[in-house]
Protein backbone atom coordinates (compact mmCIF):
# COMPACT_ATOMS: atom_id res chain seq x y z
CA UNK A 1 0.00 0.00 0.00
CA UNK A 2 1.43 3.57 -1.00
CA UNK A 3 2.26 5.37 2.72
CA UNK A 4 1.93 9.42 3.01
CA UNK A 5 4.89 10.95 4.21
CA UNK A 6 4.95 13.21 7.05
CA UNK A 7 5.68 16.09 4.96
CA UNK A 8 3.05 15.16 2.58
CA UNK A 9 0.43 15.96 5.20
CA UNK A 10 2.38 18.28 6.29
CA UNK A 11 1.87 20.19 3.44
CA UNK A 12 -1.91 19.45 3.26
CA UNK A 13 -2.88 22.60 4.63
CA UNK A 14 -1.14 24.73 1.98
CA UNK A 15 -2.00 22.19 -0.76
CA UNK A 16 -4.86 19.66 0.11
CA UNK A 17 -6.81 22.32 2.13
CA UNK A 18 -4.47 25.02 0.88
CA UNK A 19 -5.07 27.55 3.68
CA UNK A 20 -2.08 28.80 6.13
CA UNK A 21 -4.27 31.79 6.28
CA UNK A 22 -8.01 31.78 5.63
CA UNK A 23 -9.57 35.65 6.00
CA UNK A 24 -13.22 36.36 5.84
CA UNK A 25 -15.18 39.58 5.79
CA UNK A 26 -18.72 39.88 7.40
CA UNK A 27 -20.58 41.08 10.67
CA UNK A 28 -20.72 39.74 14.25
CA UNK A 29 -23.71 37.77 12.79
CA UNK A 30 -21.11 35.22 10.57
CA UNK A 31 -20.11 33.87 14.11
CA UNK A 32 -20.73 30.32 14.52
CA UNK A 33 -20.43 28.11 17.56
CA UNK A 34 -18.33 25.99 16.49
CA UNK A 35 -19.35 22.63 19.02
CA UNK A 36 -22.70 22.29 17.67
CA UNK A 37 -23.21 19.13 15.29
CA UNK A 38 -23.66 20.11 12.08
CA UNK A 39 -24.45 16.43 10.59
CA UNK A 40 -24.45 12.88 11.70
CA UNK A 41 -22.91 10.12 9.39
CA UNK A 42 -23.33 6.86 10.51
CA UNK A 43 -23.51 8.13 14.20
CA UNK A 44 -20.43 9.88 13.80
CA UNK A 45 -21.27 13.44 14.60
CA UNK A 46 -19.01 16.19 12.68
CA UNK A 47 -19.70 19.73 14.68
CA UNK A 48 -19.72 22.48 13.00
CA UNK A 49 -16.62 24.21 13.13
CA UNK A 50 -15.62 21.28 10.76
CA UNK A 51 -18.13 21.88 8.45
CA UNK A 52 -17.88 25.21 8.35
CA UNK A 53 -13.95 25.46 7.80
CA UNK A 54 -14.53 22.53 4.78
CA UNK A 55 -17.38 25.15 3.81
CA UNK A 56 -15.10 28.35 3.93
CA UNK A 57 -12.14 26.27 1.97
CA UNK A 58 -13.78 25.79 -0.76
CA UNK A 59 -15.34 29.35 -1.09
CA UNK A 60 -12.09 30.57 -0.47
CA UNK A 61 -10.95 27.87 -3.49
CA UNK A 62 -13.62 29.48 -5.62
CA UNK A 63 -12.89 33.03 -4.77
CA UNK A 64 -8.60 31.85 -5.51
CA UNK A 65 -9.41 30.74 -8.69
CA UNK A 66 -11.53 33.48 -9.79
CA UNK A 67 -8.90 35.76 -8.80
CA UNK A 68 -5.97 34.23 -10.59
CA UNK A 69 -7.93 33.70 -14.12
CA UNK A 70 -9.38 36.94 -14.03
CA UNK A 71 -5.28 38.29 -13.58
CA UNK A 72 -4.20 36.05 -15.76
CA UNK A 73 -6.65 36.63 -18.68
CA UNK A 74 -6.44 40.38 -17.68
CA UNK A 75 -10.51 40.48 -17.25
CA UNK A 76 -12.55 42.37 -14.42
CA UNK A 77 -13.16 40.34 -11.31
CA UNK A 78 -16.65 38.53 -11.89
CA UNK A 79 -17.43 36.14 -9.15
CA UNK A 80 -20.69 36.46 -6.81
CA UNK A 81 -21.93 34.40 -5.09
CA UNK A 82 -25.45 36.25 -4.90
CA UNK A 83 -25.87 35.84 -8.41
CA UNK A 84 -27.87 33.48 -10.10
CA UNK A 85 -26.45 30.30 -10.94
CA UNK A 86 -28.76 30.07 -14.22
CA UNK A 87 -28.97 33.74 -14.98
CA UNK A 88 -32.13 32.54 -16.93
CA UNK A 89 -34.21 31.39 -14.34
CA UNK A 90 -35.11 33.70 -11.72
CA UNK A 91 -35.94 30.77 -9.30
CA UNK A 92 -32.74 28.93 -10.14
CA UNK A 93 -30.26 28.71 -6.89
CA UNK A 94 -27.41 31.39 -6.11
CA UNK A 95 -23.89 30.33 -6.59
CA UNK A 96 -23.27 30.40 -3.14
CA UNK A 97 -26.37 27.81 -2.43
CA UNK A 98 -25.00 25.61 -4.74
CA UNK A 99 -21.38 25.91 -3.60
CA UNK A 100 -22.94 25.22 -0.08
CA UNK A 101 -25.07 21.79 -1.54
CA UNK A 102 -21.72 20.72 -3.42
CA UNK A 103 -19.73 21.56 -0.02
CA UNK A 104 -21.77 19.24 1.46
CA UNK A 105 -21.63 16.69 -0.95
CA UNK A 106 -17.78 16.44 -0.64
CA UNK A 107 -17.77 16.62 2.87
CA UNK A 108 -20.28 13.59 3.33
CA UNK A 109 -18.13 11.53 0.93
CA UNK A 110 -14.86 12.56 3.33
CA UNK A 111 -15.52 11.40 6.12
CA UNK A 112 -17.40 8.16 4.79
CA UNK A 113 -13.95 7.67 3.47
CA UNK A 114 -12.45 7.63 6.20
CA UNK A 115 -15.57 5.26 8.01
CA UNK A 116 -14.55 2.57 4.96
CA UNK A 117 -10.65 2.84 5.37
CA UNK A 118 -10.22 -0.20 7.00
CA UNK A 119 -11.64 -1.94 4.40
CA UNK A 120 -8.79 -1.05 1.96
CA UNK A 121 -6.32 -1.70 4.46
CA UNK A 122 -6.01 2.19 4.77
CA UNK A 123 -4.90 4.32 7.60
CA UNK A 124 -2.72 7.20 9.01
CA UNK A 125 0.67 6.31 10.25
CA UNK A 126 2.10 7.76 13.67
CA UNK A 127 4.33 10.10 11.41
CA UNK A 128 1.60 11.02 9.71
CA UNK A 129 -0.59 12.15 12.32
CA UNK A 130 2.58 14.02 14.12
CA UNK A 131 2.57 16.21 10.42
CA UNK A 132 -1.03 16.67 10.95
CA UNK A 133 -0.56 17.72 14.54
CA UNK A 134 2.15 20.38 13.42
CA UNK A 135 0.11 21.74 10.71
CA UNK A 136 -3.00 22.44 13.00
CA UNK A 137 -0.82 24.32 15.47
CA UNK A 138 0.83 26.23 12.59
CA UNK A 139 -2.52 27.20 11.21
CA UNK A 140 -3.92 28.55 14.61
CA UNK A 141 -0.55 30.42 15.22
CA UNK A 142 -0.80 31.98 12.11
CA UNK A 143 -4.56 33.39 11.85
CA UNK A 144 -5.69 35.60 14.88
CA UNK A 145 -8.37 35.32 17.15
CA UNK A 146 -11.59 36.94 15.66
CA UNK A 147 -10.45 34.86 12.28
CA UNK A 148 -10.39 31.52 14.15
CA UNK A 149 -13.63 32.79 16.25
CA UNK A 150 -16.04 33.57 12.74
CA UNK A 151 -14.98 29.98 11.61
CA UNK A 152 -15.79 28.30 14.93
CA UNK A 153 -12.63 26.50 14.90
CA UNK A 154 -10.45 25.22 17.26
CA UNK A 155 -6.78 23.01 16.76
CA UNK A 156 -8.04 19.57 17.24
CA UNK A 157 -10.80 20.36 14.91
CA UNK A 158 -8.28 21.39 12.23
CA UNK A 159 -6.05 18.62 13.09
CA UNK A 160 -8.95 16.13 12.27
CA UNK A 161 -10.26 17.62 8.79
CA UNK A 162 -6.37 17.35 7.95
CA UNK A 163 -6.51 13.72 8.68
CA UNK A 164 -9.69 13.40 6.71
CA UNK A 165 -7.91 14.83 3.48
CA UNK A 166 -5.30 12.69 4.14
CA UNK A 167 -7.12 9.85 4.28
CA UNK A 168 -8.83 10.51 1.30
CA UNK A 169 -5.81 10.84 -0.93
CA UNK A 170 -4.62 7.32 0.59
CA UNK A 171 -7.87 6.34 -0.36
CA UNK A 172 -8.43 6.89 -4.15
CA UNK A 173 -5.49 4.06 -5.48
CA UNK A 174 -7.20 0.94 -3.48
CA UNK A 175 -10.48 2.54 -4.25
CA UNK A 176 -9.88 1.98 -7.98
CA UNK A 177 -7.53 -0.99 -7.84
CA UNK A 178 -9.75 -3.65 -9.21
CA UNK A 179 -10.87 -1.39 -11.98
CA UNK A 180 -10.08 -3.48 -15.63
CA UNK A 181 -7.47 -1.73 -16.96
CA UNK A 182 -7.18 -3.86 -20.54
CA UNK A 183 -8.31 -1.98 -23.57
CA UNK A 184 -8.60 -3.86 -26.89
CA UNK A 185 -7.38 -1.87 -29.98
CA UNK A 186 -10.59 -2.38 -31.53
CA UNK A 187 -12.36 -0.50 -28.48
CA UNK A 188 -9.98 2.68 -28.27
CA UNK A 189 -9.28 2.32 -32.20
CA UNK A 190 -8.71 6.39 -33.78
CA UNK A 191 -8.22 6.90 -37.23
CA UNK A 192 -6.45 9.83 -38.82
CA UNK A 193 -8.19 11.95 -41.89
CA UNK A 194 -6.42 14.37 -43.65
CA UNK A 195 -9.61 16.36 -45.54
CA UNK A 196 -10.53 19.95 -46.72
CA UNK A 197 -13.34 22.12 -46.56
CA UNK A 198 -15.09 24.13 -48.33
CA UNK A 199 -17.87 26.30 -46.05
CA UNK A 200 -21.82 26.37 -47.82
CA UNK A 201 -22.87 28.34 -45.01
CA UNK A 202 -23.75 32.02 -45.72
CA UNK A 203 -22.04 34.97 -45.23
CA UNK A 204 -24.37 37.81 -45.26
CA UNK A 205 -27.40 38.59 -43.53
CA UNK A 206 -30.64 40.40 -44.29
CA UNK A 207 -31.95 43.05 -42.26
CA UNK A 208 -33.25 41.16 -39.60
CA UNK A 209 -30.02 40.08 -39.19
CA UNK A 210 -30.43 36.47 -40.38
CA UNK A 211 -28.34 34.79 -42.54
CA UNK A 212 -28.93 34.65 -46.04
CA UNK A 213 -28.51 30.96 -47.45
CA UNK A 214 -26.58 30.68 -50.60
CA UNK A 215 -28.00 30.15 -54.04
CA UNK A 216 -28.03 26.63 -55.77
CA UNK A 217 -25.97 28.43 -58.31
CA UNK A 218 -23.65 29.71 -55.42
CA UNK A 219 -23.24 26.31 -54.05
CA UNK A 220 -22.61 24.31 -57.25
CA UNK A 221 -19.82 27.31 -57.14
CA UNK A 222 -18.43 25.82 -54.25
CA UNK A 223 -18.31 22.60 -54.58
CA UNK A 224 -16.34 23.10 -58.23
CA UNK A 225 -13.62 24.76 -55.69
CA UNK A 226 -13.71 21.01 -53.63
CA UNK A 227 -13.69 19.51 -57.33
CA UNK A 228 -10.58 21.32 -58.24
CA UNK A 229 -9.03 20.14 -54.78
CA UNK A 230 -10.28 16.68 -55.88
CA UNK A 231 -9.33 16.29 -59.10
CA UNK A 232 -5.09 18.11 -58.09
CA UNK A 233 -4.44 15.71 -55.58
CA UNK A 234 -5.47 13.14 -58.17
CA UNK A 235 -3.80 14.06 -60.75
CA UNK A 236 -0.34 14.24 -58.37
CA UNK A 237 2.26 11.93 -58.56
CA UNK A 238 1.16 10.20 -55.13
CA UNK A 239 -1.83 10.74 -53.81
CA UNK A 240 -1.28 9.34 -50.37
CA UNK A 241 1.69 11.35 -49.50
CA UNK A 242 0.15 15.07 -50.73
CA UNK A 243 -0.09 17.53 -47.48
CA UNK A 244 -3.37 18.91 -47.76
CA UNK A 245 -2.51 21.88 -46.48
CA UNK A 246 0.47 22.71 -48.95
CA UNK A 247 -1.82 21.80 -51.64
CA UNK A 248 -5.06 23.97 -50.24
CA UNK A 249 -2.92 27.00 -50.12
CA UNK A 250 -2.03 26.38 -53.61
CA UNK A 251 -4.97 25.80 -54.96
CA UNK A 252 -6.32 29.02 -52.63
CA UNK A 253 -3.61 31.37 -54.46
CA UNK A 254 -4.65 29.99 -57.62
CA UNK A 255 -8.25 31.22 -56.98
CA UNK A 256 -7.27 34.47 -55.42
CA UNK A 257 -5.21 35.32 -58.65
CA UNK A 258 -8.37 34.25 -60.89
CA UNK A 259 -10.65 36.90 -58.93
CA UNK A 260 -8.01 39.76 -58.88
CA UNK A 261 -7.74 39.05 -62.96
CA UNK A 262 -11.63 39.16 -63.41
CA UNK A 263 -11.71 42.15 -61.10
CA UNK A 264 -9.05 44.09 -62.78
CA UNK A 265 -10.86 43.07 -66.08
CA UNK A 266 -14.19 44.12 -64.75
CA UNK A 267 -12.83 47.50 -63.77
CA UNK A 268 -11.13 48.30 -67.28
CA UNK A 269 -14.00 47.70 -68.85
CA UNK A 270 -15.53 49.90 -66.48
CA UNK A 271 -13.27 52.62 -67.18
CA UNK A 272 -13.38 52.30 -70.71
CA UNK A 273 -17.27 52.73 -71.00
CA UNK A 274 -16.99 55.72 -68.16
CA UNK A 275 -13.81 57.78 -68.98
CA UNK A 276 -14.91 60.73 -66.41
CA UNK A 277 -15.43 58.39 -63.90
CA UNK A 278 -12.94 58.47 -60.35
CA UNK A 279 -11.59 55.13 -59.70
CA UNK A 280 -9.22 56.33 -57.42
CA UNK A 281 -11.07 54.64 -54.06
CA UNK A 282 -10.75 51.15 -56.13
CA UNK A 283 -7.16 52.17 -56.50
CA UNK A 284 -6.03 52.38 -53.15
CA UNK A 285 -8.22 49.93 -51.24
CA UNK A 286 -6.33 47.18 -49.67
CA UNK A 287 -7.04 43.34 -51.00
CA UNK A 288 -6.52 40.78 -48.93
CA UNK A 289 -6.45 36.90 -49.77
CA UNK A 290 -10.00 35.34 -49.88
CA UNK A 291 -10.30 32.08 -48.17
CA UNK A 292 -12.02 29.61 -50.25
CA UNK A 293 -10.96 26.63 -48.37
CA UNK A 294 -9.22 25.22 -44.97
CA UNK A 295 -7.17 22.36 -44.75
CA UNK A 296 -6.70 20.11 -41.71
CA UNK A 297 -5.63 16.46 -40.18
CA UNK A 298 -7.55 14.48 -37.61
CA UNK A 299 -7.92 11.47 -35.44
CA UNK A 300 -11.48 9.98 -34.91
CA UNK A 301 -13.00 7.32 -33.36
CA UNK A 302 -16.56 5.51 -33.70
CA UNK A 303 -18.11 7.34 -30.61
CA UNK A 304 -16.61 11.14 -32.41
CA UNK A 305 -19.61 13.80 -32.58
CA UNK A 306 -17.12 16.29 -34.26
CA UNK A 307 -17.28 15.52 -37.11
CA UNK A 308 -19.88 15.78 -40.20
CA UNK A 309 -21.87 12.67 -40.10
CA UNK A 310 -21.14 12.16 -44.09
CA UNK A 311 -17.57 13.19 -44.02
CA UNK A 312 -16.97 10.35 -41.11
CA UNK A 313 -19.08 7.85 -43.29
CA UNK A 314 -17.03 8.61 -46.15
CA UNK A 315 -13.40 8.48 -44.60
CA UNK A 316 -14.56 4.77 -42.49
CA UNK A 317 -14.66 3.28 -45.91
CA UNK A 318 -11.13 3.90 -46.93
CA UNK A 319 -7.74 2.00 -46.39
CA UNK A 320 -4.25 3.84 -45.42
CA UNK A 321 -3.29 6.25 -48.53
CA UNK A 322 -6.64 5.91 -50.13
CA UNK A 323 -8.91 9.37 -51.13
CA UNK A 324 -12.77 8.92 -51.36
CA UNK A 325 -13.55 9.52 -55.17
CA UNK A 326 -16.12 12.16 -55.05
CA UNK A 327 -16.89 15.50 -53.32
CA UNK A 328 -18.55 14.63 -49.83
CA UNK A 329 -21.59 16.76 -49.40
CA UNK A 330 -22.00 17.80 -45.65
CA UNK A 331 -24.46 19.47 -43.52
CA UNK A 332 -22.48 22.74 -44.02
CA UNK A 333 -19.77 22.43 -46.28
CA UNK A 334 -18.25 20.06 -49.09
CA UNK A 335 -15.73 17.94 -48.16
CA UNK A 336 -12.15 15.65 -49.74
CA UNK A 337 -10.86 13.40 -47.52
CA UNK A 338 -8.06 10.70 -47.76
CA UNK A 339 -7.56 8.13 -44.96
CA UNK A 340 -3.70 8.55 -43.56
CA UNK A 341 -4.15 5.65 -41.01
CA UNK A 342 -7.20 3.11 -40.34
CA UNK A 343 -5.50 2.25 -37.02
CA UNK A 344 -3.12 5.66 -35.83
CA UNK A 345 -0.75 4.13 -32.86
CA UNK A 346 -0.52 7.24 -30.78
CA UNK A 347 -3.68 8.28 -31.05
CA UNK A 348 -5.38 4.79 -30.37
CA UNK A 349 -2.86 4.44 -27.41
CA UNK A 350 -3.70 7.28 -26.41
CA UNK A 351 -7.37 6.69 -25.89
CA UNK A 352 -6.63 3.86 -24.03
CA UNK A 353 -5.42 5.63 -21.23
CA UNK A 354 -8.86 7.85 -21.65
CA UNK A 355 -10.90 5.30 -21.40
CA UNK A 356 -9.13 3.47 -17.95
CA UNK A 357 -8.81 7.06 -16.44
CA UNK A 358 -13.00 6.90 -17.56
CA UNK A 359 -13.67 3.76 -16.20
CA UNK A 360 -11.64 4.94 -12.74
CA UNK A 361 -13.25 7.88 -12.37
CA UNK A 362 -16.66 6.08 -12.28
CA UNK A 363 -15.56 3.09 -9.89
CA UNK A 364 -14.86 6.13 -7.69
CA UNK A 365 -17.83 7.39 -8.26
CA UNK A 366 -20.39 4.91 -7.81
CA UNK A 367 -18.55 3.97 -4.93
CA UNK A 368 -18.84 6.80 -3.13
CA UNK A 369 -22.67 7.09 -4.23
CA UNK A 370 -23.38 3.97 -2.91
CA UNK A 371 -21.91 4.91 0.55
CA UNK A 372 -23.95 7.89 0.53
CA UNK A 373 -26.79 5.84 -0.62
CA UNK A 374 -26.68 3.22 2.02
CA UNK A 375 -25.63 5.63 4.87
CA UNK A 376 -27.83 7.30 7.64
CA UNK A 377 -27.21 11.02 7.61
CA UNK A 378 -28.84 13.47 9.42
CA UNK A 379 -28.07 17.44 8.51
CA UNK A 380 -28.57 19.54 11.17
CA UNK A 381 -30.27 23.18 11.99
CA UNK A 382 -27.07 24.80 12.69
CA UNK A 383 -25.49 23.96 8.85
CA UNK A 384 -28.78 24.81 7.40
CA UNK A 385 -28.24 28.48 9.22
CA UNK A 386 -24.80 28.73 7.21
CA UNK A 387 -24.83 31.20 4.47
CA UNK A 388 -22.45 31.56 1.22
CA UNK A 389 -22.70 35.17 0.48
CA UNK A 390 -20.91 38.33 -0.78
CA UNK A 391 -21.40 39.94 2.64
CA UNK A 392 -19.86 37.39 4.31
CA UNK A 393 -16.79 36.31 1.91
CA UNK A 394 -13.48 33.99 2.61
CA UNK A 395 -10.09 34.24 1.02
CA UNK A 396 -7.19 32.08 1.44
CA UNK A 397 -3.64 33.09 2.02
CA UNK A 398 -1.00 30.62 0.74
CA UNK A 399 2.74 31.20 1.69
CA UNK A 400 4.13 31.30 -2.10
CA UNK A 401 7.73 30.44 -0.60
CA UNK A 402 7.20 27.02 -0.55
CA UNK A 403 3.93 26.26 -1.07
CA UNK A 404 4.52 22.17 -1.18
CA UNK A 405 5.53 22.33 2.83
CA UNK A 406 5.32 25.31 4.74
CA UNK A 407 2.22 26.34 6.95
CA UNK A 408 4.02 30.17 7.11
CA UNK A 409 1.33 32.81 7.03
CA UNK A 410 -0.99 35.80 8.28
CA UNK A 411 -4.62 36.23 8.10
CA UNK A 412 -6.21 39.22 6.25
CA UNK A 413 -9.70 41.03 6.27
CA UNK A 414 -11.03 41.41 2.87
CA UNK A 415 -13.76 43.33 1.43
CA UNK A 416 -16.79 41.87 0.11
CA UNK A 417 -17.15 41.56 -4.19
CA UNK A 418 -19.69 42.38 -5.14
CA UNK A 419 -19.39 41.31 -9.13
CA UNK A 420 -22.26 39.94 -11.68
CA UNK A 421 -21.20 36.40 -12.33
CA UNK A 422 -22.72 32.77 -12.60
CA UNK A 423 -20.37 29.85 -11.81
CA UNK A 424 -20.04 26.38 -11.42
CA UNK A 425 -18.92 24.05 -8.64
CA UNK A 426 -16.41 21.00 -9.11
CA UNK A 427 -19.27 18.25 -7.45
CA UNK A 428 -22.41 17.62 -9.80
CA UNK A 429 -24.13 15.84 -7.11
CA UNK A 430 -27.14 17.11 -4.74
CA UNK A 431 -28.38 17.07 -1.59
CA UNK A 432 -32.48 17.14 -0.38
CA UNK A 433 -31.07 17.70 3.11
CA UNK A 434 -29.30 21.13 2.74
CA UNK A 435 -32.71 23.23 3.11
CA UNK A 436 -34.33 21.09 5.94
CA UNK A 437 -33.95 21.06 9.60
CA UNK A 438 -33.18 18.05 11.60
CA UNK A 439 -33.96 16.04 8.24
CA UNK A 440 -32.73 12.05 7.71
CA UNK A 441 -31.31 11.77 4.38
CA UNK A 442 -30.21 8.72 2.30
CA UNK A 443 -27.80 10.73 0.20
CA UNK A 444 -24.77 11.68 -4.62
CA UNK A 445 -7.86 23.62 -38.89
CA UNK A 446 -5.74 25.30 -41.26
CA UNK A 447 -6.64 28.16 -43.46
CA UNK A 448 -3.69 29.87 -45.09
Not at 319 to 328: H, K, T
Not at 344 to 359: G, H, P
Not at 375 to 391: F, G, H, M, P, Q
Amino acid sequence: MKRTSAKVVCSLLTAAIAVTGLSGCGGDSTVVDGTQTALVINDEEINLGKANFMLRYQQATMVNYYQTMSSMFGQEYSLSFDALSDTSDEDSPTVGENLKADALTSIEQAFLMRQHASEYEVALTEEEITGAQEAAASFMESNDAETLTKLGITQEDIQDVIEVYAIQLKMHDPMIADVDTEVSDEEAQQSKISYVRVSTEGTETDENGDTIELTDEEKAEKKDIAQRFLDALNASEDPASVTFADLRTEINDQLNEERRAEEAASQEDSSTADTSGDSSSTDTEEDSDVVYLTSSQTTFGADDEDLDDALKEAAETLSDGEVYGEVIEGEDAYYVVRMDSVLDRDATDSQKETIVQERQSEAYSDLLDGWIEESDISVKRAWNRLEVTDYDLYTMTVDSADSSTSTDSTAETDSAANTDSAAETDSTAETDSAAETDSTANTDSSAG
